[in-house]
């Protein structure tokens, strides 16, 4: 059951993930728990100043060391009140290592962690050196700050937790399918109004042909989008000679 303490400037962002779809189910049930910090409150001069210019020059501004070392000693204080050993801290970073699936499925296996979201250019190099454990993105591509990623992170960890899925089959057909793309669906009616048909082979009960076409379609998918992802998995020996097959096909 992982706690997870956010420090953010902006703690609306959160409050949709309690009130919402499956994460709301993790909050109810006592499956994740979330306390969110905001380092304006740890300022100590008048203004509560939580940034200030670069040194150096240039553009932006830097997060202040010192508010978020407070508000950091608050949650893991808090957390210790709790019982729980000091966590983890993650700063949500575009230099971090983007998030996966596996790093996903750790955290939700964990005492949870400290999630620390930056603003404006980024945060006191200081700071990072004394306080962070790991940096996280969540892609390469410019956000406005660390809560859309800390808010990703929380979204696909609850998802995982006892009780918030029929959690042992989505979450386990997640770790089959691992490492690929997923294969199309489809619902009724079985021909829509548009004249488009379901593939014959999923209205038929033939549940290894089935498989069978699945996985052929969430390879060649995957060869087709993510060359990398099957680049990946030939490297570490997951494509029997079967899925080697249905990806040189050429029908
Ligand atoms: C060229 C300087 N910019 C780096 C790309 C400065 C900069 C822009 C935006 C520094 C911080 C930010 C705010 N972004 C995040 O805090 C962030 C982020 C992101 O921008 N992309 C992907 N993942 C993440 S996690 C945190």
Known sequence: MPRFDVLSLFDGYFAPLRSQGICRRAFDSGALQLQIWNPRDY???????????????GPGMVMLAEPLERALDAAQQARKGCGLDPAPVVL??????PLRQADVLRWAASDGAVLICGRYEGVDQRFVERCVDVEISLGDYVLS??????????????RLLPGVLHSTESAQQDSFSDGLLDCPHYTRPPRDAHGGEVPAVLLGGDHARIARWRRDRMLRLTLQRRPDLIAALRAARRLSARDEAALSATD
């Open 43 to 57: 300022a100590t001069d008048a203004h509560r100043s939580v940034d200030d210019r670069p040194y150096g020059g």
């Open 92 to 97: 949500f970073s575009p230099a971090g290592a």
């Open 145 to 158: 700050g660390g809560e859309i990623a800390a808010l990703a992170l929380l979204d696909a960890v609850a």
